[in-house]
């Protein structure tokens, strides 16, 4: 009899997954949470899929079609990411044998329904089991707050192996611009724009004597990045600051002092391809951490244009982007003179496209 | 009387010197002990294996007193003893230059364990003499108290000896490069007209590597793992870190043969035997600076979205596959969710793989025939015969077993080799 209301309930819900039109951020349809209600009518009974004799294996492939017919994308990952997770490991090969042939638990198929649901209405698989990786950290993860990307790990080793090499310059007590300062030996990040924290707390965890400011306009985004930094026992060496980098401009300023590297993944979306993006992205994520405006470049200017006030002398801006904005930024830094900024280095990222870009105050 | 004895174990490992000469119950645990780690559970998982340690002891003891025997080791080892001797005493009297005090230094570094263990063995062997005059007269007192503990004593110094004697073969034979370095393992299953016998049994081989890591102490990580249908694997690699790992595994390159009755198909029905193989690679994993792959010569395939990426996709496909493009070799790793870690874990994966000192050879020869219908493993090597597959599949001691014989007849091998170009 179960089985027949969820068949039904499938047929009601298909068409309303396939409908293919935009969502404004945040913003429901009605046939949606007629889904939604729908979908938590059955939760709260148990349905055949609970009551079925069910292991690990065979749930990844079960929840693999239901993603596949629901025009989910990347079905398979998502059913092994977050089966996976229910069962105590991080991705399917970290488990073993026997606890994937294992029977599941009620309590286990119930939440692997309730995620699965979450999954199903195109919730990012990183906010439905809320945590991810990130280099080598595992971080809290929680909605709207940006998803950290693959692209900004490559930011994190680029400015890890950029600081290494430049050891001896940067960081030796012998300079003569920084005898004054006491914290000579050791680094100071800024990050604007930190959102979950994935980027200063790898660098707070790789330099282990180094401290950090991290800044984001969302208050969200402040309070995630301290709970991350507090799972990972380097809260002392962080500030984490709730400002926005354009209209608190001054504050900015005064607070930081004076820092080794300011490391950026900022808006970067061209405003007229937001509403292209991907329903897990505009339904769930704060637009404000994707929109850079009409060219793409509001923040990474507002950025540009603090650095030399708060940078060390020779410190480094090191910023993800998008593609076509290496060209535009050198292009904008010829015609803004007076700005103690010189452009280094365009990196590529590991698909091959112009990816980060590397400025020095001068 | 275990904290007691614990206790024991801890200060004797301090005090290697007096490896033959302290209490007996230091004397039956294993010959390896220099090489192992102090934790309580290692040695306590020792004990209970008694039953064991006396059968593989008697039989190295013949084998090493064999070779002991030989004159020719005889000479070699004398003339070693001389040659430290010597060194000792050019090193304490002339203060030579740079060049020649580095390399006599270096070489009395190589020649010292010996020497000490020589030391060691000669003393043992003078007490075993002593023992059996004292033996011989008390016989001829006729002394019943005292005989019984003059013969236990004999005992015990006689398995000293034999454990002495296998240290001092394990440090005539110079020790293998990358014996020390940690292993990538990999498993593929073969071909067979026997239905899906080579993947079951793959699986069955991999989780016995599997055990065995436990059973060592050594830290397992499946790299990559694919299954085939009705729970067969298809292929599957690992990487096993700790302790002397490659000596051990080593030997465990090469084509395993298989036969048994598959479990599925036409021919389970008919209850005919059939015969599959698999092949283990094991590699070593070196960590040399120096040694970097050229990243010109890699193509690195992950996820690649249309358009943009970045900001503008969302993913969790972190998967990264990595092409050495002049040998086309090819390492694919998504054990992690984060894309640079699997990332790096390919990059290990292909630099051991690219400087693999393992013969090409040695991955067609056939090692090993797992029969099943009569219930016996055969190494073809050195022609030992295993019972109870079952007991052997579960990588325990009797594997742990078998590969000490190996190393036992390579080591063997070896000296004999050493002492015959020596002479040349």
């Known amino acids: 009899m179960w089985w027949k209301v969820f068949s039904a309930c499938r047929v009601y819900l298909a068409p309303c997954f396939r409908v293919k039109s935009h969502y404004h951020c945040r913003s429901e349809d009605t046939g949606f949470l007629g889904a939604v209600a729908f979908l938590n009518a059955l939760s709260r009974n148990p349905c055949r899929f609970i009551h079925d004799k069910m292991t690990g294996i065979n749930c990844v492939t079960y929840w693999q079609k239901i993603f596949e017919e629901n025009g989910i994308s990347e079905p398979q990952q998502s059913s092994e990411h977050i089966i996976s997770h229910v069962l105590g490991g991080k991705t399917i090969h970290n488990l073993t044998e026997e606890a994937l042939s294992r029977s599941l638990t009620t309590e286990q198929k119930q939440m692997i329904w309730n995620l699965c649901s979450k999954r199903l209405h195109h919730m990012p698989v990183q906010y439905v089991i809320e945590e991810w990786d990130f280099c080598a950290l595992t971080l809290k993860i929680k909605p709207p707050v940006f998803i950290p990307r693959p692209e900004t790990e490559e930011l994190v080793s680029l400015v890890v192996s950029e600081l290494a090499e430049e050891e001896d310059v940067l960081f030796s007590v012998e300079n003569a611009g920084w005898q004054n300062s006491h914290r000579a030996a050791r680094p100071l990040f800024l990050e604007i724009g930190c959102g979950s924290g994935a980027i200063v707390l790898s660098l707070l965890h790789f330099f282990k004597q180094s401290y950090a400011v991290a800044v984001d306009k969302s208050a969200e985004a402040v309070n995630l990045t301290r709970q991350n930094a507090e799972r990972l026992c380097v809260q002392h060496r962080l500030q984490a600051l709730q400002l926005n980098v354009i209209s608190d401009f001054q504050k900015l300023t005064r607070i930081c002092g004076s820092v080794d590297v300011i490391v950026s993944n900022p808006p970067y979306v061209f405003h007229e391809d937001m509403s292209g993006l991907m329903p897990e992205i505009l339904r769930y994520e704060d637009c404000d951490a994707l929109d850079g405006g009409t060219d793409g470049l509001k923040i990474i200017k507002a950025i540009l244009q603090l650095a030399p006030t708060v940078l060390k002398d020779r410190g480094k801006v090191f910023l993800e982007v998008d593609p076509r904005h290496p060209e535009m930024i050198q292009n904008w830094l010829q015609a803004c003179t007076g700005l103690q900024l010189t452009y280094r280095a365009t990196h590529r990222d590991i698909c091959g496209k112009l990816r980060f870009c590397e400025l020095q105050r001068s | ?424």
């Open chain 2, 1 to 424: 009387m275990e904290h007691g004895l614990r206790w024991f174990i801890s200060n004797s490992l301090r005090r290697q010197g007096h490896l033959g000469r302290t209490c007996r119950c230091f004397c039956r645990l294993t010959r390896n002990i220099t090489t192992c780690r102090q934790t309580a559970r290692f040695w306590l998982s020792h004990l209970p294996g008694n039953v064991y340690r006396p059968q593989s002891e008697r039989h190295c003891h013949n084998d090493f007193s064999e070779l002991l025997q030989l004159e020719a080791v005889r000479k070699y080892i004398d003339d070693l003893k001389d040659e430290y001797k010597e060194i000792r005493n050019r090193l304490n009297c002339i203060e030579s230059r740079e060049e020649d005090g580095k390399l006599l230094s270096r070489r009395h570094v190589r020649l010292a364990p010996l020497a000490s263990v020589l030391e060691e063995l000669q003393s043992s062997e003078k007490d075993l003499f002593e023992l059996e005059s004292m033996y011989n007269s008390l016989k001829a007192r006729d002394d019943q108290e005292l005989i019984p503990l003059v013969l236990e004593e004999q005992q015990q110094l006689n398995k000293s000896i034999a454990v002495l004697r296998g240290k001092l073969l394990q440090t005539l034979v110079q020790k293998e490069k990358h014996d020390e370095s940690n292993v990538i393992l990999e498993v593929t299953a073969g071909r067979t007209t026997g239905g899906d016998i080579c993947q079951q049994f793959t699986r069955e081989i991999f989780s016995m590597y599997k055990h065995f890591a436990g059973f060592k102490d050594w830290n397992f990580e499946v790299l990559n793992y694919t299954p085939s249908d009705y729970g067969g694997l298809h292929h599957a690699s690992a990487y096993i870190s700790g302790e002397n790992v490659y000596r051990f595994l080593k030997y465990e390159g090469g084509t395993h043969r298989v036969q048994r009755i598959p479990e599925m198909g036409l021919s389970s029905r008919m209850q005919r035997i059939h015969t599959g193989t698999m092949t283990v690679i094991v590699l070593p994993h070196i960590d040399e600076v120096g040694t970097k792959v050229n990243t010109n010569d890699l193509r690195i395939d992950t996820f690649r979205a249309k358009g943009a990426g970045g900001q503008h996709v969302n993913t969790t496909d972190s998967a990264v596959r990595i092409v050495h493009i002049p040998t086309s070799l090819t390492v694919e790793c998504q054990q992690h969710r984060s894309q640079l870690e699997n990332r790096k874990l390919a990059m290990r994966i292909l630099e051991a793989k690219l400087y693999q000192q393992v013969g090409t050879r040695a991955q067609s020869e056939r090692i090993r025939t797992y029969n099943f219908t009569q219930d016996r493993v055969t190494d073809h090597r050195i022609n030992y015969v295993v019972r109870d597959i079952k007991e052997l599949l579960s990588g325990g001691r009797q594997l742990n077993e078998l590969i000490n014989k190996l190393l036992e007849s390579a080591e063997n091998e070896a000296v004999l080799e050493l002492i015959e170009t020596r002479n040349r």
